[in-house]
């Protein structure tokens, strides 16, 4: 470790104030505002790092503290970034406890770039399955059903009126690297169903107090999956459009299920009856 | 509310100072070595509070600090626990912060006896289904199951080898209130095991390794879900039980999905079946 230290010095620039402006950057890309006029945003931690990495997402810098890696072999995560052309940066202790989110870092913080794609650029599977995350307030929410919608297969998600920032590290965090596998349009409602309708895609939404069982949709054909906020639910140009409304039967407390638990119930029984219909 | 406080100060015991003792004890509930001895946990919140009230469950003492009810109604759950002969006990503001393990307290703090029920007294559907969390160390996680479970209708939840403290503040209130409602057992393997082999309750155990999916198994008859912690999976002890292994299908990344998730798409499947099956 302490050759690859002393080589790391001398191969990459190196930062040892805690005064030095980028890690002022660092601090300030915690901001919604500052991430939307810089188009960048942080991405923390050696598993986020790695996925983006895989995932071709265009990494700016790469900063990075041996001091708090917790195994030697986290190098390669390093060697990897310099391999893409990732700007590589040292960083001493004390710059990057101030730079980064976490409790306990890993001594990885990369820069990437945001990138949101038009409806018209998302990829459609054979059906389409989308999944519309309608109006969703908490980053933690979005990041976990972008965990959802990777597992179950959707083709991407849909963040309709958002009003978490999409590039929140919340958000990042919380999709255990799907934030970079996932691709991912946000659209007003206007739009979006307008979008939907050209497309030919049905509408499956999850309500409450919708009259049918989300078993009695058909999810065999193009569908979009629309879940909203817990606490508000669907806005009524949604419920007012054509299409399926569904309801997840519930026993027990009236407070409804967890957005990401609805969410993942519907595409999985999608993904069941697709496989009956084959 | 002026009016309410000064009868509140003659009706009830009152703490004025941070040095209670009743608010080290408070303090020291965070400790699940100190609950335990206790036989006693923090329930706070006036969610979680009016949840367990409704559910007869055994309050000892409710601490209320009217400074940080956001609304006037919140006295209401007092009256509510005093009817139900719980002691009810004015805080001052300064007491009442230091006791309060959240950021934004809403004025309201019990403290509750503990409970947790045998196999044998666990109640049974018809036919049974219940939800056997194994293994499982994070707190959250267990409080989103109970949640989950509470939704879709299972009998209840066993902890089997739990590593997460069952009455840890973030089980109760990540349970959005099921906490209350979701009977709950805990269990060794063995003893979960032997006690399911007699009550002739099949095992449906989801692993990722599986060669069946979920809908390949039958939830028509007496059955328990396992779900095992997202790091280390399920115990061999499980694996080698008769019954059995499913897997939810997983496109995208390698990361398994949460628990709580997988545990959510087995038992609404369970629900369908049993609703064909009718």
Known sequence: MEAWGSRM????????????PRVKHLVRLRESSHRRRQG?????????????????????????????????????????????SVDCVLMDKAPFAKASLRENPDGLLAVA??????LDDLPAGDPPLLLVAQGIEKPGNLGALLRTADAAGADALVAGDP???????????????????????????????????RRGIQIVMTTPGAERTLWEADFTGPVAVVVGAESTGLPSAWLAAPGTAVRLPMRGLADSLNVNTAAAVCLYEAMRQRRVAR
């Open 163 to 197: 009003v978490a920032d999409l590039h929140n590290p919340n958000a990042v965090r919380a999709s255990q690297g799907s934030f970079f596998h996932v691709p991912v349009a946000a659209a007003s409602t206007e739009a979006l169903l307008a979008w939907l309708s």
């Open 40 to 84: 960048r945003f942080p991405v923390e931690g050696r598993r986020e790092v790695e996925r983006a990495l895989q995932s071709g997402w265009p990494l700016e810098t790469l900063y990075f503290c041996p001091d708090y890696f917790p195994r030697e072999d986290a190098y390669r995560v390093v060697e990897a970034a310099d391999a893409a």
């Open 113 to 118: 770039h945001t990138r949101t794609l038009s």
């Open 9 to 20: 010095a001398i191969m990459f620039e190196s930062i040892t104030s805690v005064r030095n």
